[in-house]
Every structure is written in structure tokens, then in C-alpha cells.
């Protein structure tokens, strides 16, 4: 089992910051790395695949970097509708592990 | 364009065992490389992923639940069913269905989700 430490779980922000997530696995999984962003009471949506691939639709300010252990998901410009959890997932090996989740607030 | 919906029971009694659907349209469960797996997020907490199953019928499962779950499809209605025996409070969860794209992405597309409530 590949496991993963994402962090922070919990990211105070303004309208207009850079943050950063971070998410580490315990072995290296190449770039089979996937973020989403989860919205309450909806489902998770596909932000950016293979660590750095952008989604169709979804805004350049969100990038993906990394390979092998270590991977940075960052939102360049925060909005008001970026205000959610987002999750890492590996899809190198089985389990598909996910990230335990950093929640962006409202600071 | 592509959609998946879960469907099973709300509540479920202690010890019972859960069945939940997956029905999708916009990709076929037999084409190369394409699968159909199963996720849920217990109240106020992450994601964990269950199961996964493949066009060539090949099964994957958490190795924590791995005793209790069984992935099933059925390519001509569409659909992929979980089921999950011995159901515990600490089960209640929504639960997810997920496509698995040729190119090996786990969740392009999602479920709306299901939430399943395990009380006597």
C-alpha cells in the first residue's frame, strides 16, 4: 500500500493568494498522481491528472507539479469559488490511495 | 457525454448486507482499458477508495475491506454493482461510483453519490 501525507489539512487564504498543497507518498508512483477539488455536499471534481495536466475546462490558475514521491498542487490566484477540500490521489498501484484532504478557508 | 448514478437503500440495519448500482451511459464497460470503480467519504471525512473493476472483468479491492466486497458488472445493462456484507455503523458513508479511463485516470468522471446510513 502506497501511503500519502497531504498538507496543510486546513489553509486559511485570502481572495487573490498563492497557496500551495502538498502530498508525499511513501514510495515513488512516477507522475500517476491526480487533485481534485470537492465542494460540500457534491462530488469530487478532476482538477489536474498525470501530476501536471490540466483538466479540460478547468482555469490555468491551478497547477499541478512533481514526480516520484513528492507533488504540489497550486492555485496562482485564489477565488471566491476555489473555497473547497481538494484531495491527492495515486493511481500508480492498487489501492488507489487518496490524500486525507486540505480544506482552503476563508481567512 | 458521459454520466454514472448510484442508486441502493438509505439505511441499512447492523449486519446486513449492502447492495449498490452503479448505472452509467456514454462509454461501454467493454471497451480496452476501461473500468468503473467504487469510492466513499464517511460524514465530514476523506475520500477511501473500495474497488475497481475492468472491462476484462479484472478485480481490484482495498485490502482492508477486501473480505467483505464484491465488484460485479454487468456490461449489457451498463451497470456495476457493490456489494458489501456485514454492515457496520462506521460504515455509513456516501458512496461513489467513478469511471477509469483508458489512459488510466481514476475519477474524470463521477456519481452524484449516495448516502447510505448504517443504524438498527
Known amino acids: 500500500v502506497i501511503w500519502m501525507t497531504q498538507s496543510p489539512s486546513l489553509l486559511s487564504a485570502s481572495t487573490g493568494d498563492r497557496v500551495t498543497i502538498s502530498c508525499r507518498m511513501s514510495?515513488?508512483?512516477?507522475?500517476?498522481l491526480a487533485w481534485y477539488q470537492q465542494k460540500p455536499g457534491k462530488a469530487p471534481e478532476l482538477l489536474i491528472y498525470?501530476?501536471?495536466t490540466l483538466q479540460s475546462g478547468v482555469p490555468s490558475r491551478f497547477s499541478g507539479s512533481g514526480s516520484g514521491t513528492d507533488f504540489t498542487l497550486t492555485i496562482s490566484c485564489l477565488q471566491s469559488e476555489d473555497f473547497a477540500t481538494y484531495y491527492c490521489?495515486?493511481?500508480?498501484?492498487?489501492?488507489?490511495?487518496f490524500g486525507q484532504g486540505t480544506k482552503v478557508e476563508i481567512k | 457525454q458521459i454520466t454514472l448514478k448510484e442508486s441502493g437503500p438509505t439505511l441499512v440495519k447492523p449486519t446486513q448486507t449492502l447492495t449498490l448500482t452503479c448505472t452509467f451511459s456514454?462509454?461501454?464497460?467493454?471497451?480496452?482499458?476501461?473500468?468503473v470503480g467504487w469510492i466513499r467519504q464517511p460524514p465530514g471525512k476523506a475520500l477511501e477508495w473500495l474497488a475497481l473493476?475492468?472491462?476484462?472483468?479484472?478485480?481490484r479491492y482495498s485490502p482492508s475491506l477486501k473480505s467483505r466486497l464484491t465488484i460485479t458488472k454487468d456490461t449489457s445493462k451498463n451497470q456495476v454493482v457493490l456489494t458489501m456484507t456485514n454492515m457496520d455503523p462506521v460504515d455509513t458513508a456516501t458512496y461513489y461510483c467513478?469511471?477509469?479511463?483508458?489512459?488510466?485516470?481514476?475519477?474524470?468522471?463521477w456519481g452524484q453519490g449516495t448516502l447510505v446510513t448504517v443504524s438498527s
Open positions: 467513478a469511471h477509469s479511463g483508458v489512459d488510466g485516470v481514476p475519477g474524470r468522471y
Open positions: 456514454g462509454f461501454s464497460l467493454s471497451t480496452s482499458g476501461v473500468g
Open positions: 473493476i475492468y472491462w476484462n472483468d479484472d478485480k
Open positions: 514510495q515513488g508512483i512516477s507522475s500517476y
Open positions: 498525470a501530476a501536471s
Open positions: 490521489q495515486q493511481y500508480y498501484s492498487f489501492p488507489r490511495t
